[in-house]
C-alpha cells in the first residue's frame, strides 16, 4: 500500500506519530520525520519547533520535493498555555501545509490527526472562523485572551475544531494536481498526553472512560492515517474519520435520542 | 491485510459487491459470495434474494460459522418499487446480519455500503424511526403507502438513514465479543444502478455531477469496505466513512457557510 513512497510525518518522536512512522515503514515507505525530539523509526529527521514561523518557514524551504503525503500528527495537549495550543496544533500546521503544498507530488495526500475534542465544531462556529483568520502574524496570545481561552480550557477543543473544518474547506483546493486532504479523530488514547486530558476534562474524561472498554492505542490510530495517505483512498476528500471505539456513535445516539 | 480471513459478501455479482470480492480475494482471503445472480470472483457462491424472508432465514442456517466479516453491500436503486428498496437494503440486510452474528467469529466486522444518500439522517429521524420499527413480518407495502413512499421517491433515502442510524445504535450491541459494525458512504458511483440515480434526482443529480470532478468507482469504495473489514480498523465502532469525492463536505460547508 506505501511501497515506494515517501511521506512526511509531523510529531514522529512519540504517540500517534511515532507508530505512523512504523506502520509507514513496515510497508516499504520512506519517512521524514519532524518532531522537537529525535525520533527512532525514520529515514530522515528534522528538528523543528512547529510554534516558531520563523523554523516552519526555513522547514518548507529544506524539505525535499515530490513527496507523496504529509501527517500532520504533532499537537500539544490542552495543559499548554493556550497560545502554544493554537500555535502549534493550529497556525503551524496550516503554515507548514499550505507551505509545503506546491512542492509535493501531484496525487499526495495530506491527512490532519483532529480529534473527538473537535466534534462541536458546529456549535462553535463562529469563534471557529475567528480562529481559522489567525496565522504566525496575528497577536495570538491577544486572541487567547479576548477569547478568554485560558481560563476556559477551550484551545485544545477550538484547535480540533478549526482544523477540521479547515480540512472541509480545502475539500477541492488542490484537486487540479489530485492532492487531498482529510481528518482522522481519535477518541482517548494512550499515549504520553492522555493524562493532560484527565486533567482538563476531569469528571467528563471519567465518565467518557467508563463508557470506552478501553482507551485507544497508538496501533489502533495510525493505520487509519497509513489508509488515508494510501492510493487506495483516492477519492476520500475532506472527510473526517472517526477512530474513537464507539464515542462518536454515542455522543450522536445521546443528542438525538436512539 | 486479508489475509487467512473469510469474508461474507451480499451483492457480489455486481459493482461495489463484485469489487470488494476482489480485493479481498487478490489480498488472500477467502470470499462466501451473495447475490441474485452468479458471481465470478468468489469461492463459493449462495443465490439468495435478500427481500424474501425465507430465503434469508436459510441462508443463514446454511452459511458457516466463524466467518470474520459481512459486507452488506447488495442495494436496490431508487427506481425499485419502494417496498422492494426498503425490504432489500434495510429489513433483509437486518435480518441477514442479526441473525448471523452469532454464527461470526469473535473479532468479526460488519460493514454496511450507506450511501451520501443517507446524509439527511438527522432532518428525517422520526421517519427513520418508524422505519426501524419494520421487519419482515411487518406490512412493507402498506408502510409505504402510509408514508407516500412510492410517489415521493423517498425509500432509497430512507432506506439508506436508517441503516446509518441503525449502524450508529449498534456501536457496541456485540463489542463483548469484539464484533463491531460501520458503514461506508459513497456518493455517486460508476455502477449498474448510476442511472437510476439520474432518473430519481433529475436536476440535483446533474448538480451535484458538475461539482464532483469525476464519478466515483467501484475501485474507489472496494478499499475502504476491506479497510473496515479488516483487524487495522479494530478500534473503529458505529462510524460512517465518507467515500465520496468531498460531496458530504461539500455539503456542509454550503450548510454551514464556511
Known amino acids: ?23 509507514l515503514r513496515a510497508d516499504g515507505a520512506r519517512v521524514i520525520g519532524i518532531d522537537r525530539h529525535e525520533a527512532e523509526d525514520v529515514d530522515e529527521m528534522y528538528l523543528v519547533d512547529l510554534s516558531d514561523k520563523d523554523a516552519v518557514v526555513k522547514l518548507v524551504a529544506d524539505l525535499p520535493n515530490d513527496t507523496d503525503g504529509l501527517a500532520n500528527i504533532a499537537g500539544v495537549p490542552p495543559t499548554a498555555p493556550a497560545d502554544v495550543v493554537l500555535r502549534v496544533n493550529l497556525v503551524g500546521l496550516r503554515a507548514l501545509t499550505e507551505g509545503l503544498v506546491d512542492k509535493l507530488a501531484d496525487g499526495a495526500s495530506i491527512v490532519n490527526l483532529a480529534s473527538l475534542a473537535g466534534n462541536g465544531w458546529q456549535t462553535g462556529l463562529p469563534q471557529v ?13 491577544e486572541f487567547c485572551e479576548v477569547e478568554d481561552l485560558d481560563s476556559s480550557g477551550r484551545s485544545y477543543f477550538l484547535g480540533k475544531e478549526a482544523l477540521l473544518v479547515w480540512t472541509f474547506q480545502n475539500r477541492w483546493t488542490w484537486r487540479d494536481r489530485g492532492i487531498r486532504i482529510n481528518a482522522v479523530s481519535p477518541g482517548p488514547v494512550d499515549t504520553p498526553i492522555l493524562g493532560d486530558f484527565a486533567a482538563t476534562l476531569g469528571k467528563r474524561f471519567e465518565e467518557n472512560m467508563q463508557k470506552l472498554e478501553r482507551a485507544g492505542t497508538a496501533e489502533d490510530i495510525a493505520p487509519a492515517v497509513g489508509f488515508l495517505l494510501s492510493d487506495q483512498s483516492k477519492w476520500i476528500r475532506g472527510t473526517n474519520l472517526a477512530v474513537d471505539g464507539g464515542m462518536s456513535a454515542h455522543f450522536l445516539s445521546a443528542q438525538h435520542g436512539f
Chains 1, 2 share one sequence.
Not at 3 to 23: H, M, P, Q
Not at 132 to 140: R, W
Request: charged share 20%.
Open 129 to 141: 472562523k475567528r480562529a481559522l483568520a489567525l496565522d504566525f502574524d496575528s497577536d495570538i496570545s
Open 1 to 23: 500500500m506505501h511501497n515506494g513512497k515517501t511521506y512526511i510525518v509531523t510529531g514522529a518522536a512519540s504517540g500517534i506519530g511515532a507508530e505512523t512512522c512504523r506502520v
